[in-house]
T-cell receptor, first 116, second 116 residues
Framework: AQSVSQHNHHVILSEAASLELGCNYSYGGTVNLFWYVQYPGQHLQLLLK??????LVKGIKGFEAEFIKSKFSFNLRKPSVQWSDTAEYFC??????????????FGTGTRLTIIP | EAQVTQNPRYLITVTGKKLTVTCSQNMNHEYMSWYRQDPGLGLRQIYYSMNVEVTDKGDVPEGYKVSRKEKRNFPLILESPSPNQTSLYFC???????????????FGPGTRLTVL
């Protein structure tokens, strides 16, 4: 079964700092990769996704992520964070092995706190 | 507006009192799924449905039931809730994509359930 690891449980940064959140997955086959964000009290929103093609994907709000197949990684980056980026971030994987179940396997999440 | 709705958003109940959390989508999606979110564990799939009258277990189905009598609705039923089912529940839906592709899942706003 696939699994997802997010090594940073809580990250605290000042505004304008650069951000990189780690995500590693375990599955040797074809995967679809996602980053979701959950702002306080709100539901999950899709930040970006990778299905195929260019391994550097750009999402909303200035976020980007790079898929490195050899490292089984899909790290999230943002060059300059804002206070409004304070939220919880989830990496998720869909391993295309379970026909009919579009299940997403989520990491445990990284809580990001931006200090003004 | 395309959306996934859940009701209720907040619920406090007592052990053993049957309850139902409703989920409805207006996007004509075939696939629907329930997840629970717990601190330090991320989101885990409870049940999913590929279409009307087709449901199957996810990773943590114990203590839950679902039904899919209509395409737009996918209620989650707790026949005899217990305190370990205190959690934040999310419903999600997507178009059914088949073996070689994947469609984005849209999430509802969440239902925070407390079982005393």
């Amino acid at each position: 079964a696939q699994s997802v690891s997010q090594h940073n449980h809580h990250v605290i940064l000042s505004e304008a700092a650069s951000l990189e959140l780690g995500c590693n997955y375990s599955y040797g086959g074809t995967v679809n990769l996602f980053w979701y964000v959950q702002y306080p009290g709100q539901h999950l929103q899709l930040l970006l996704k990778y299905f195929s093609g260019d391994p550097l994907v750009k999402g909303i709000k200035g976020f980007e992520a790079e898929f490195i197949k050899s490292k089984f990684s899909f790290n999230l980056r943002k060059p300059s964070v804002q206070w409004s980026d304070t939220a919880e971030y989830f990496c998720a994987v869909n391993a295309m092995m379970n026909f009919g179940n579009e299940k997403l396997t989520f990491g445990t999440g990284t809580r990001l706190t931006i200090i003004p | 507006e395309a959306q996934v709705t859940q009701n209720p958003r907040y619920l406090i109940t007592v052990t053993g009192k049957k309850l139902t959390v409703t989920c409805s989508q207006n996007m004509n999606h075939e696939y629907m799924s329930w997840y629970r979110q717990d601190p330090g564990l991320g989101l885990r799939q409870i049940y999913y449905s590929m279409n009307v009258e087709v449901t199957d277990k996810g990773d943590v189905p114990e203590g839950y039931k679902v039904s899919r009598k209509e395409k737009r609705n996918f209620p989650l039923i707790l026949e005899s809730p217990s305190p370990n089912q205190t959690s934040l529940y999310f419903c999600a839906s997507s178009l059914f994509s088949g073996r070689r592709s994947y469609n984005e899942q849209f999430f509802g706003p969440g239902t925070r359930l407390t079982v005393l």
